[in-house]
T-cell receptor, first 112, second 109 residues
Framework: SAVISQKPSRDICQRGTSLTIQCQVD?????MFWYRQQPGQSLTLIAT?????????ESGFVIDKFPISRPNLTFSTLTVSNMSPEDSSIYLC?????????FGPGTRLTVT | GEDVEQSLFLSVREGDSSVINCTYT??????LYWYKQEPGAGLQLLTY?????DMKQDQRLTVLLNKKDKHLSLRIADTQTGDSAIYFC?????????FGQGTTLQVKP
């Protein structure tokens, strides 16, 4: 199994600012993803983080708002740009090297 | 697009079996997963099943898959208070997961 860590675990940010969330996996993985979980809701996929190339975004999510990097097979970042209170959510990184898919502990973001 | 549906709430007594149900629409789903989320925590992978299997058992957990009806279930035997959590069903055919709304399991002592 893969162990995934995320930093920060939580943050309170002012509207209009940006926050970068880091995701580190303890082993090389094929695929990494970023999900959002709004309060009391299920998880929605934001994008697939592609190693060495641009991320693939789902409908409703754009690169300008959620730029993603994946410089290698164990690390990825998600930036939430120009934040508004509607961006208050838990952001989760996940990783898969095959059939199993594991999740990080999440970053709880509150935008005031 | 793909849709995954779960009932929102289930209440059982400690020691009973719990059965959490999930239906999905995409018959090309390759892997089907069950995750557990405790309050304030991330998602814990409980178990998963490949689409060519009908059943998978792992200690107290039994997963049943009915491909014809696109129905997935998770049975927890001898349910304990520590099993109280939200359980998410998720399906995948390209690595991307589509989640159900989650079922809150309440276990009464």
């Amino acid at each position: 199994s893969a162990v995934i860590s995320q930093k920060p675990s939580r943050d309170i940010c002012q509207r209009g600012t940006s926050l970068t969330i880091q995701c580190q996996v303890d082993s090389q993985v094929t695929m990494m993803f970023w999900y959002r979980q709004q309060p009391g809701q299920s998880l929605t996929l934001i994008a697939t983080a592609n190693q060495g190339s641009e991320a693939t975004y789902e409908s409703g999510f754009v690169i300008d708002k959620f730029p993603i990097s994946r410089p290698n097979l164990t690390f990825s970042t998600l930036t939430v740009s120009n934040m508004s209170p509607e961006d208050s959510s838990i952001y989760l990184c996940s990783a898969s090297g095959g059939s199993e898919q594991y999740f990080g502990p999440g970053t709880r973001l509150t935008v005031t | 697009g793909e849709d995954v549906e779960q009932s929102l709430f289930l209440s059982v007594r400690e020691g009973d079996s719990s059965v959490i149900n999930c239906t999905y629409t995409d018959s090309s789903s390759t892997y089907l997963y069950w995750y557990k989320q405790e309050p304030g925590a991330g998602l814990q992978l409980l178990t998963y099943i490949f689409s060519n299997m009908d059943m998978k058992q792992d200690q107290r957990l039994t997963v049943l898959l009915n491909k014809k009806d696109k129905h997935l279930s998770l049975r927890i035997a001898d349910t304990q208070t520590g099993d109280s959590a939200i359980y998410f069903c998720a399906v995948s055919n390209t690595g991307k997961l589509i989640f159900g709304q989650g079922t809150t399991l309440q276990v009464k002592p």
